[in-house]
């Protein structure tokens, strides 16, 4: 299972640190990944962790996903947060991801529950 924290309400230019706690399986060579949806869009890809980091474009130089392996968490530091951030944040892991599919959000076996983050102007 996945348990996501660290949502909440920030102004614009804020910051947030979301973490997501594995357990029942661990998050070493796995892909780990954020996802996000505002309401009336479709689920986006935010970054996701493996060997390297990859990031949507929207999101590259003010957001970071980094992984604790000891501690089984992975979190994503959002910085200069914006308005179009506002949506629910989803962290996912696989373990069977191909690299050319990590932005896609098919194949993750494990999915968190959410958690809201709103950015006000």
């Known amino acids: 299972q996945l348990q996501a924290s660290g949502g909440g309400l920030v102004q614009a230019g804020g910051s947030l640190r979301l973490s997501c706690a594995a357990s029942?399986?661990?998050?070493?060579?796995?892909?780990t990944a954020w996802f996000r949806q505002a309401p009336g869009k479709e689920r986006e890809f935010v970054a996701a962790?493996?060997?390297?980091?990859y990031y949507a474009d929207s999101v590259k130089g003010r957001f970071t996903i980094s992984r604790d392996n000891a501690k089984n968490t992975v979190y994503l530091q959002m910085n200069s947060l914006k308005p179009e951030d506002t949506a629910v944040y989803y962290c996912?892991?696989?373990?069977?991801?191909?690299?050319?599919?990590?932005?896609?959000?098919?194949?993750?076996?494990?999915w968190g529950q959410g958690t809201q983050v709103t950015v006000s102007s």
């Open positions: 962790f493996r060997w390297t980091e």
């Open positions: 029942g399986f661990t998050f070493r060579n796995t892909v």
């Open positions: 996912a892991a696989g373990a069977r991801i191909i690299t050319s599919t990590i932005r896609q959000g098919t194949g993750y076996d494990y």
